[in-house]
C-alpha cells in the first residue's frame, strides 16, 4: 500500500510539472489519468503492481 501511494504521489507531481512548464496539456494530462483509472480495473493491474513493487525494490536497493 505504501509503494502504490508513494508511486501515485510521485506520478501527480510529475504530471503538476510537466503541466507548469506546459511540457503537455491538461486534455493530455486528463487522458493519462483516465488511462490509468482504466488499466487499475482491468486484468492487468496485479502484474502493473507487481512491477511497481519489483522496481521500488530494486531502487531502493541502491
Known amino acids: 500500500m505504501i509503494v502504490s501511494v508513494s508511486a501515485a504521489l510521485l506520478l501527480a507531481v510529475v504530471v503538476g510539472v510537466l503541466l507548469r512548464q506546459r511540457v503537455i496539456g491538461f486534455g493530455s494530462a486528463l487522458a493519462c ?3 490509468g ?3 487499475a480495473s482491468t486484468g492487468l493491474a496485479p502484474a502493473i503492481t507487481q512491477a511497481l513493487a519489483s522496481l521500488a525494490s530494486l ?3 541502491h
Open 33 to 35: 489519468s483516465a488511462l
Open 37 to 39: 483509472f482504466c488499466l
Open 59 to 61: 531502487v531502493s536497493l
